[in-house]
Nanobody
């Protein structure tokens, strides 16, 4: 029922900016929490940012606070991740996903609470 497609990745210099987009389809999009995640080579997937169904609440991992902004446009079925002041440590494959499991957790949940992963988009930040 849900399909996600990420775009907007690329190669940038440290201090540069990128805007990632996640195009979503499916009945649950407008009522679901959406998240951006990333996975670097040899590392497990980690949280980057999440946004509640109506955009009223957001969560960011400490390492991106003040630099990244997550937003959504439910009318267009799009979720964005604006990334500013990029650092080499931000280099990873970025994916979006829908929160699937809600019981026994916070509103934004954990990595394992999400599903319908997109293919991901590569972000590379050079020194």
């Amino acid at each position: 029922q849900v399909q996600l497609v990420e775009s907007g990745g690329g190669l940038v210099q440290a201090g540069g900016s990128l805007r990632l987009s996640c195009a979503a389809s499916g009945r649950t999009f407008r009522s679901g929490t959406m998240g951006w995640f990333r996975q670097a080579p040899g590392k497990e997937r980690e949280f980057v940012a999440t946004i509640s169904w109506n955009g009223g609440s957001t969560y960011y991992v400490d390492s991106v606070k003040g630099r990244f902004t997550i937003s959504r446009d439910n009318a267009k079925n799009l979720v964005y991740l604006q990334m500013n002041s990029l650092k080499p440590e931000d280099t990873a494959v970025y994916s979006c996903a829908v929160r699937m499991i809600v019981y026994g957790s916070t509103w934004y949940g954990t990595v394992r609470d999400y599903g319908y992963w997109g293919q991901g988009t590569q972000v590379t930040v050079s020194s």
